[in-house]
């Protein structure tokens, strides 16, 4: 059974930290892409971050670069969001997602399994 098991979240004031992780069982890890994506009040999901099990190459949207940094520690099949600098915008439900293509992606509609979602919220 794929499981994504995310841990992480919470509340933070603004220019705070959090980190998100994903702990992922199920599936061969090192051939699939995990990334997330976040989904705030009123709006669509956003990709916000990838990165490949694989070969390590990574995506961040703009409205994070610079800010969050994704990492795997592959021998525990876990990947990590690091999220700085929070801004009221990054408030949303951050989803960890799979994509057995393996490759980097942008759009939410390549996942194939979806953790719970954990709630960030960012005041100001």
């Known amino acids: 059974e794929v499981q994504l098991v995310e841990a992480g979240g919470g509340w933070v004031q603004a220019g705070g930290s959090l980190r998100h992780s994903c702990a992922a069982s199920?599936?061969?890890?090192?051939?699939?892409?995990i990334g997330w994506v976040r989904q705030g009040p009123g709006k669509e999901r956003e990709g916000v971050s990838c990165?490949?099990?694989?070969?390590?190459?990574?995506y961040y949207a703009d409205s994070i670069k610079g800010r969050f940094t994704i990492s795997t520690d592959n021998a525990k099949n876990t990947v990590y969001l690091q999220m700085n600098s929070l801004k009221p915008e990054d408030t949303a439900v951050y989803y960890c997602?799979?994509?057995?293509?393996?490759?980097?992606?942008?759009?939410?509609?390549?996942?194939?399994?979806w953790g719970q979602g954990t709630q960030v919220t960012v005041s100001s």
């Open positions: 997602a799979a994509d057995h293509m393996g490759a980097v992606s942008q759009d939410p509609l390549e996942y194939d399994y």
């Open positions: 199920g599936f061969s890890f090192d051939d699939y892409a």
């Open positions: 990165i490949s099990s694989s070969d390590g190459s990574t």
